[in-house]
């Protein structure tokens, strides 16, 4: 059974920075392609970065130059660290991974979500 279990949300003020963390079971994630989405309240969910199985990374054009995907293969988990971050990131953040992703941001092509942090980008 896939998990997968993101942590590290909260309120921040803007300009400030938080790291997700995505802990995976059941699948490891340097044979997959795992991605961070996020949802704002009213608005559908968008993608923001991924990571491939070879570790070739994709951000959004509202992630470039302020966000950063990583993995940990001996941990079994993949981080979004956020800097620079606005008030236009808050959102709950999803961690989501796929066999079939490939190299897209594609809510639809992913299999396997996690429960969603909440970040809160407010002064």
């Known amino acids: 059974q896939v998990q997968l279990v993101e942590s590290g949300g909260g309120l921040v003020q803007p300009g400030g920075s938080l790291r997700l963390s995505c802990e995976a079971s059941?699948?490891?994630?340097?044979?997959?392609?795992t991605a961070w989405f996020r949802q704002a309240l009213g608005k559908e969910r968008e993608g923001v970065s991924l990571m491939t199985s070879d570790g070739r990374s994709s951000y959004a054009d509202s992630a470039k130059g302020r966000f950063t995907i990583s993995r940990d293969n001996a941990e079994n988990t993949i981080y979004l660290q956020m800097n620079s971050l606005r008030p236009d990131d808050t959102a709950v953040y999803y961690c989501a991974s796929s066999y079939r992703a490939s190299f897209y941001l594609l809510p639809s092509l992913y299999d396997y979500w996690g429960q969603g942090t909440q970040v809160t980008v407010s002064s």
């Open positions: 059941g699948v490891a994630l340097d044979l997959v392609t």
